[in-house]
């Protein structure tokens, strides 16, 4: 199982990084996370790791891969996930500004263990709404610090596995973690974080 992940795909995030704006034309920003990054269940503890102290919440919606697939066409995309949740890419931000000042990757900043929290899985038909037209939104101790629609990404979903499946067969099992929007912040021992998608707790988590 792999986790493949989006950068830069909701504009309003771009904005608060001070990026420049990307767009529909350019290339997905992809990255990857490995297996030992996933914390899943509705309901779980995220432990801030020793080495960051400046860890940050990235809520962001995420599909599982239903069946292998590789160069899938976008027009087929649909047909290679059944499931969606809401997820959170914890990111340390202080290891990553410090990385990318000096032109270095900056992996260990995205993909340590327990960094890729994944909620319950639900199918994508039960919303009956298309997956370009989800709300979702993250709340800490009750208030809203992220909320969006993913029709606002830049590159939707089915153009994301196409593209992630030029480079890399996917696998059943294998999760896209779709990219997050504005409003990601560092996270304090004691937080409840609680992520919804479509008005439906599917994810809880306490900060330790």
């Known amino acids: 199982m792999k986790i493949i992940c989006v950068g830069q795909n909701y504009q309003s995030h771009n904005k608060e990084m001070?990026?420049?704006l990307s767009s529909s034309d350019d290339d997905p920003v992809l990255?990857?996370?490995?297996?030992t990054a996933l914390l899943s269940g509705?309901?779980?503890?995220f432990y801030i790791p020793d080495f960051s102290s400046d860890v940050h919440y990235e809520a962001e919606v995420v599909v599982k891969i239903s069946k292998?697939?590789?160069?899938?066409?976008?027009?087929?995309?649909?047909r290679y996930y059944e499931e969606l949740t809401l997820g959170i890419d914890f990111t340390a931000r202080d290891i990553q500004a410090g990385l990318k000042q000096k032109g270095l990757p900056w992996e260990i900043a995205k993909a340590f263990d327990n960094s890729a929290a994944v909620g319950q899985f639900v199918p994508k038909s039960k919303y009956e709404k298309l997956i370009d037209d989800i709300d979702f939104r993250l709340l800490i101790d009750g208030k809203v610090v992220q909320a969006a629609n993913t029709s606002e990404m830049i590159h939707p979903v089915d153009k994301i596995i196409a593209y992630a499946s030029r480079f890399f067969t996917l696998k059943t099992?294998?999760?896209?973690?779709t990219g997050t929007p504005a409003g990601v912040g560092k996270v304090q021992i004691g937080n409840r974080l609680i992520g919804e998608v479509e008005?439906?707790?599917?994810l809880e988590i306490t900060v330790c």
Not at 42 to 45: A, E
Not at 68 to 78: D, L, P, T, V
């Open 199 to 202: 008005g439906e707790k599917l």
């Open 31 to 35: 990255f990857m996370k490995p297996d």
């Open 18 to 20: 001070n990026r420049a």
């Open 173 to 177: 099992g294998d999760l896209i973690f």
């Open 68 to 78: 292998m697939g590789k160069n899938i066409a976008e027009r087929f995309a649909s």
């Open 42 to 45: 509705d309901k779980k503890d």
